[in-house]
């Protein structure tokens, strides 16, 4: 069945979901962020969590060879985090405020939640790669509020 990809992806607009910055760094070089909104959970034991990356990506490369990354969800707050991010060529973590994890990828301090990921396996699907990680150390923030993606612009909870 065929169709029409704009219709498909405003329906795909309807899922409300929340955003995350992968960050990823090989031997060698500075470390890498990306921003997401296809991060979910697989598994609780062994624990596993997905994201998925899309093959035009100017970050391909590295995901591609990378043995681990880090998925940093964010808060509310990191509104220019996720902006500066998610634009191709941009993808440094210059200025922002991050530690290096046990995985040695970067994590970013003020993130409400982090799971540290060794590259457990990628999958192909159609135009993206499924990235699942195999979660070997996660914190989270005791409060705060996520920053929420729907219907291509971020939304705040209500309340």
Known sequence: MSHDPRAFRNALGWFT???????????GEEP???TVNSFSSVSLDPALVLWCLD????????????????????GEDQ??????????????????NVAKGV???AKLEEALAVFECEV??????????ILVGAVKAFSSAEEGRPLLYHRGG??????
């Not at 979901?17 to 031997?27: R, Y």
Request: aromatic residues 4%.
């Open 17 to 27: 979901t929340g955003v995350a910055v992968v960050t990823a760094q090989l031997e």
């Open 32 to 34: 890498i962020g990306i």
């Open 55 to 74: 093959k035009g990506s100017d970050t391909l490369p590295v995901f591609e060879k990378c043995s681990c990354f880090t998925v940093n969800v964010l």
């Open 79 to 96: 509104k220019d985090v996720s902006n500066t991010l998610a634009r191709a060529g941009h993808h440094q973590l210059d200025g922002m």
């Open 103 to 105: 995985n040695g990828c």
């Open 120 to 129: 457990h396996a990628r999958h192909d699907a159609g135009d993206h790669i």
């Open 154 to 159: 971020y939304q705040a909870l209500a309340g």
